[in-house]
């Protein structure tokens, strides 16, 4: 099981899609089963909408309806909050080997990429609005954070954080290179 972990515009759907054309991982984009699931409950949608995260209780139950076993797993944008990767590493931890990949830019590095996305029209809804932009960069300095530093601790899993500033190869190389270490 891989993590991508990360803010937002640091590649992690990139990266995963560079990565399924290695190996069939099994791909749960978080963002896209959540837009998916917006589409179909207001709800979600409404949160969304807002710019904050799903309560606990809704993500994990449409996390673990994806994860199956068998097939080895590539998780993009989960977890998001200390709570969260607790749920993981408690619940698949001993079903999987677990590799963090913490893509690492600076806040200047994510927002120039956001409007990148926005630019090339291949932006979501809400990386048009700045103030959405603002709190989901809050939510991950002040929410994600302290997940990553946690797993970057626990015992038992491995954890790479990489630089990701760089050019598009040469951080996919700093990627693959890390999967690779034993």
Known sequence: MIL??????????????????????????????????????????????????????????????????????????????????KWLINNYSKKFNVHVIYLNVPEEVMIKRIQKRINEGAGRADDADVAAIRRRLDIFWNTTMPAINWLREVPDIKFSDIDVSGELNENFNKILNALEEK
Do not use: C, W
Not at 13 to 38: D, V
């Open 4 to 85: 991508l972990m990360g803010g937002q515009g640091v590649g992690k759907g990139t990266f995963a899609n560079l990565l399924q054309e290695r190996h069939s991982y099994k791909h749960i984009e978080t963002g896209k089963m959540l837009r998916e699931a917006a589409n179909s409950n207001k709800n979600i949608a409404d949160i969304m909408a807002r710019g904050e995260l799903l309560p606990f209780e809704m993500l994990t139950e449409l996390v673990a309806a994806n994860i199956t076993p068998d097939q080895d797993l590539l998780l993009d944008g989960f977890p998001r909050t200390l709570e969260q990767a």
